[in-house]
């Protein structure tokens, strides 16, 4: 699982180092695609969004927070996503509906990357 923070500079919270790891995962995606495609293996990943998790509740909760404004009104979509939303993601990802697919970055994001 990889995360839009692959793809953009967080703010206002601060995570250079996280950013960077979530960058590497697209990046090793990509790589062992084209490495293993050849032997059939398929591989890809998701980029989701901010999730409401145990973490990011009082951030979600939180209606003065900075951070929870940037998150859900920086979103179409206006809210944050749940984690089956991913889950159903990734079964996607397992499944033979997606046999044409490897060395994708999924992005499930509400469509916060579209601004």
């Known amino acids: ?39 059939g293996v398929r591989v890809n990943a998701v ?23 940037h998150w859900i009104d920086g979103t179409p979509m206006g809210r944050m996503g749940q984690p089956e939303e991913i889950a159903s993601t990734v079964l996607f990802l397992a499944s033979d509906a997606s046999s044409l697919l490897t060395g994708s970055i999924v992005v499930a994001d509400g469509g916060f990357l579209c601004w």
Do not use: F
């Not at 692959?6 to 990046?27: C, D, F, M, T």
């Not at 980029?47 to 404004?69: G, M, N």
């Open 1 to 39: 699982i990889g995360s839009i923070s692959g793809y953009i500079v967080n703010y206002p919270q601060e995570q250079a180092q996280y950013n960077a790891s979530k960058a590497a995962v697209h990046h090793l995606t990509k790589s062992l695609a084209a490495e293993w495609a050849p032997r």
């Open 47 to 69: 980029a989701p969004t901010y999730i409401v998790t145990d973490l990011t509740k009082s951030v979600a909760e939180d209606q003065t927070s900075d951070v929870r404004k």
